[in-house]
């Protein structure tokens, strides 16, 4: 390939790092009306050009950096001076769809972590998990099927909160309707501080890396184990993982 169709590739990957090669030699061929072969493609993408193929990490299109930098203010002058890392707990949900999607790879500079943006869809009929991270591990969790009605999620925060008095609960935004209207009173009933993130910022919460840990754990053994005993296994595993270092890889250590 010419320099400048290569250098149009390397532009077009990094600013499309989820793009299948088939993707890429459609745009070449639009943009300079060339056919370009796949395996050159790889060549020139991987060896020439250094992108390599990775597993990438997942930001949400609709994040707002300057509302997880106030967050991360917010919580450096509001929480932390108060409260050990002990007294701080992430909670959040996740789901087990045996139609889950592959784990889809990107490419991207050698070193260089690499993002795959998203937006959310429906799923269909899956295990869904209400937990709760603490520094030795899953403090609490509640597992159903289907999904997490307000009504749940509402009993399993009243049950959670009646555990961690005098501490700090953060949780994503989109729970708060389940709260609306009930917020004040559970804070001062239980002595719990709620507290929500930002918008579309899951890389501000330490379990949704336990998460991947535990889906992880689960397609490896759920063969053996069965669907629901290899869920409940992986919950169990956390306690073995260095929680602590993740609090403070994601910035909540004090």
């Known amino acids: 390939m ?5 250098k149009y590739v390397r532009d077009y990957v990094l600013q499309n790092p989820a793009a299948r090669l088939s993707d890429i030699a459609t745009v070449v061929q639009l943009k300079f009306g060339i056919s370009v072969s796949l395996s050159s493609l790889s060549q020139t993408i991987l060896h020439k050009e250094k992108l390599t193929l990775k597993v990438g990490d997942t930001r ?3 994040r707002n950096p300057e509302e997880a930098w106030r967050f991360r203010s917010f919580y450096a002058t ?22 889950h999607l592959a784990v ?33 591990g899953i403090k609490h969790r509640v597992i159903t099927t289907g999904t997490f009605t307000a009504d749940k999620f509402l009993d399993n925060t009243i049950e959670l909160l009646g555990m961690i008095p005098g501490c700090v609960l953060v949780m994503d935004n989109a729970s708060i309707h389940a709260l609306k209207g009930k917020l004040d009173a559970l804070m001062q009933l ?3 501080r709620i507290v929500f993130l930002p918008k579309y910022s899951p890389f501000l919460n330490p379990i949704e890396v336990v998460f991947a840990w535990i889906k992880a754990f689960v397609h490896t053994h759920f063969k053996d184990m069965g669907r629901l005993p290899a869920i409940l296994a992986a919950f169990d595993d956390v306690a073995k993982k260095n929680i602590r270092g993740l609090y403070e890889k994601h910035g909540y250590s004090h």
């Open 190 to 192: 239980y002595d719990v």
């Open 104 to 136: 889809k790879r990107v490419r991207g500079p050698k070193g260089v972590r690499t993002y795959a943006c998203r937006k959310g869809g429906p799923v269909g009929q899956r295990y869904s998990v209400c937990a709760t991270l603490g520094v030795e």
């Open 60 to 62: 949400w299109m609709e």
């Open 78 to 99: 509001e929480i932390a001076p108060y409260y050990s890392t002990d007294q701080v707990f992430f909670l959040d949900e996740t789901s087990f769809d045996p139609r």
């Open 2 to 6: 010419s320099p400048e169709v290569t």
